[in-house]
Structures are given as structure tokens and as C-alpha cells.
């Protein structure tokens, strides 16, 4: 079993459309992440959710929304895509004490064109 | 938002050679991780420091920890070409719920 898992791998749409990532993890972690990979490989923290509970609002555009139907997923709403929002996407899951470490997703390649 | 800047950003070399990665910050932290990822995939799991002159060993990779938390380097002996990817550092601070990650650097071992 896939331990943290994306869906779709790939997305490729056009400019104004709204979107979805969805992730799940099965690993009965506390709290799951959302980090954008630029095009220089750099990760950069979107939001982090904790027992439901947003904790972690990086300064990302109101068009992004996470959105966690329970502990276990943390999806992303996009909604008005635009050009630079092309990037891959990792979900990722830790327990509470980040030095543990964290489970990352094979991402989500999004194009937008 | 903290910066954390590995050099060198670009390292090719040959089976069998020697080689280590740097990770600096200005801050202090709390933890330090070493990733890699491989093309396609997330990030996985090297190494977590946390002790002031922590040394950990991984097989063929070394990890060391800065005596003041501000750095940490990753050494890698008689490298595969397995060992190819993007090697990622990342810490957290006292307070911070998340981890920050480096700026990378890309593996290259030419068999």
C-alpha cells in the first residue's frame, strides 16, 4: 500500500479552470502538508493541516484552498488557474513532532496553458 | 522566511569518487533532515539530526551536524550511480510547525 498518495499524477488544463489535487495517507499521521516544487526544484511550503485544523498559512493566493474531510486526506481546491500556478505539488504527511520527519507523495505535475 | 542554502547546486562525478554537500543557514535549529529525491517521485527519508555535533552514518553516507546547528554535511563514499539525485536539506526552528527546505543540490554519478 502506497503510504501518501496523489491523485492525479499528471494535469495538464487551461488558464481559469478550477481544479483538484486530492491526497490521502494511511500512515495515522497527525498532520499533512502541501508544498509547491518550482521549476528550480525548490520547495516551498503552501499549508499544513492538523487534526483538521489549519496551522500553517503561507502568503499563497486565495485561489488556493485546502480542504481535509478528515485526518487521513488533505485535498487542494485551485480555482482560476493561471499560468504561473504551473508546478509540481506534494502532498506529505508527519506526527506532531516534525524531526520525525515526513512521507512525501510522488506529486502532482500541473500545466496550465 | 528562513533560508537554507546548499552548495554546490551542481555535482557530476565519477563511480567511485568521494564527495560531500553543504547545508548553511544563519539560524540555529532545532532538527535538521537530509532528503532524496529521484526524478518523478517526493522526496524520502536520509537522516534527522538533532545534537550539536551529531554524526550519523548511513552505509556509504555520512551526515554531520554542526556544533552550533547552523550547518550540516552530507558525505558520500565511493559513489554509485544509484546514489544520483536531488539532495535536499531541510530544518525547523524553535516554533515553526513545518520544515524548510533547502535550495538542492542535484547528483550526477557517471558509471
Known amino acids: 500500500d502506497t503510504a501518501v498518495s496523489q491523485t492525479p499524477k499528471y494535469l495538464v488544463t487551461q488558464m481559469g479552470n478550477d481544479k483538484s489535487i486530492k491526497c490521502e495517507q494511511n500512515l495515522g499521521h497527525d498532520t499533512m502538508y502541501w508544498y509547491k516544487q518550482d521549476s528550480k526544484k525548490f520547495l516551498k511550503i503552501m499549508f499544513s493541516?492538523?487534526?483538521?485544523?489549519?496551522?500553517i498559512n503561507e502568503t499563497v493566493p486565495n485561489r488556493f484552498s485546502p480542504k481535509s474531510p478528515d485526518k487521513a486526506h488533505l485535498n487542494l481546491h485551485i480555482n482560476s488557474l493561471e499560468l504561473g500556478d504551473s508546478a509540481v505539488y506534494f502532498c506529505?504527511?508527519?506526527?506532531?513532532?516534525?524531526?520525525?520527519?515526513?512521507?512525501f507523495g510522488s506529486g502532482t505535475r500541473l500545466t496550465v496553458v | 522566511t528562513q533560508l537554507l542554502e546548499q552548495s554546490p547546486q551542481f555535482l557530476s562525478i565519477q563511480e567511485g569518487e568521494n564527495l560531500t554537500v553543504y547545508c548553511n543557514s544563519s539560524s540555529v535549529f532545532s532538527s535538521l533532515q537530509w532528503y532524496r529525491q529521484e526524478p518523478g517521485e517526493g522526496p524520502v527519508l536520509l537522516v534527522t539530526?538533532?545534537?550539536?555535533?551529531e554524526v550519523k552514518k548511513l552505509k556509504r553516507l555520512t551526515f554531520q551536524f554542526g556544533d552550533a546547528r547552523k550547518d550540516s554535511s552530507l558525505h558520500i563514499t565511493a559513489a554509485q550511480p544509484g546514489d544520483t539525485g536531488l539532495y535536499l536539506c531541510?530544518?525547523?526552528?524553535?516554533?515553526?510547525?513545518?520544515?524548510?527546505f533547502g535550495t538542492g543540490t542535484r547528483l550526477t554519478v557517471i558509471p
Open positions: 506529505a504527511s508527519s506526527h506532531n513532532t516534525v524531526n520525525y520527519g515526513y512521507t
Open positions: 539530526v538533532v545534537t550539536g555535533g
Open positions: 493541516y492538523n487534526n483538521k485544523e489549519l496551522i
Open positions: 531541510a530544518g525547523d526552528w524553535t516554533g515553526a510547525n513545518n520544515l524548510f
